[in-house]
């Protein structure tokens, strides 16, 4: 058995998320089904850096998984274009030690989100940024971000349904892009628990908006409580980018 890791692509709009779930389309499915087709029937388990919701896409996803095949790590990608929908693409396929696990020995993840400032609806960007029509300070964003960066429990900005214990993270960077009505952040770190990137966007918002003040995060964070923070973001505006190893 050779292990392969692969980085892939997705568009997350009709998918009910990475996971396979029952009757449900999702990512991890219809890469193991063509996986399937590939084997002539023999069943091929993937594993990925970490789940995405419905709704969320991915440009650098890796996954993994173990085939008997021998097939030239190029000819790899052509294989399961072949067979995979049009909002799944194979970036890279090439070959991995045995002990490689997408998820456990991934050092670190960036997310980005993208969100159009404007009041006046798009249709062409409906599914990949999420529309927010108020003004923002986003000097006043990126002094609260500033209280964000660095090694926190972050239990009052992922959801109340994570399960893990440890929900002690390390983000390196927080930057904010803002070009024409587009403003994009970038979150870097070394690992991001349940909708964390997605209610720290909804949180600086309102700091944007000047529901907040930036000071507000240092208290946000000792609470270890997910009613203070803000709301969580849409997700269709949350993009995995990269995962680092």
Not at 203 to 218: A, C, F, S, V, Y
Request: a positive charge.
């Amino acid at each position: 058995m050779q292990r392969y890791k692969c980085t892939i692509s997705y568009d997350g709009t009709l998918f009910s998320g990475y996971q396979v779930q029952p009757g449900k389309r999702t990512v991890q499915s219809e890469i193991e089904e063509a996986l399937r087709k590939l084997h002539k029937g023999s069943t091929i388990r993937i594993s990925a850096s970490g789940r995405t919701d419905a709704g969320v896409h991915a440009k650098g996803q890796v996954i993994h998984f173990d085939s008997p095949l021998q097939i030239p790590e190029d000819r790899w990608v052509k294989a399961l274009h072949s067979l995979l929908p049009d909002d799944i693409v194979i970036l890279k396929a090439e070959k991995a030690a045995p002990d490689f696990h997408a998820r456990f020995d991934a050092k670190g993840k960036e997310y980005r989100y993208f969100i159009r400032l404007s009041d006046v609806k798009d249709p062409f960007t409906r599914h990949y940024q999420f529309q927010f029509g108020y003004q923002l300070d986003i000097e006043k964003m990126k002094e609260a971000a500033a209280y964000l960066i660095g090694t926190h429990d972050f239990t009052s900005f992922c959801s109340a349904k994570t399960e893990v214990e440890d929900r002690v993270r390390t983000l390196q960077r927080i930057e904010m892009d803002k070009d024409g009505d587009q403003l994009m952040f970038r979150f870097a770190g070394d690992g991001f628990l349940y909708n964390m990137v997605r209610i720290l966007v909804g949180t600086l918002l309102e700091t944007g908006r000047g529901l907040r003040q930036p000071d507000e995060m240092k208290a946000i964070l000792a609470g270890k409580d997910r009613s203070l923070a803000g709301k969580t973001a849409a997700s269709h505006g949350l993009y995995l980018w990269k995962v680092f190893y």
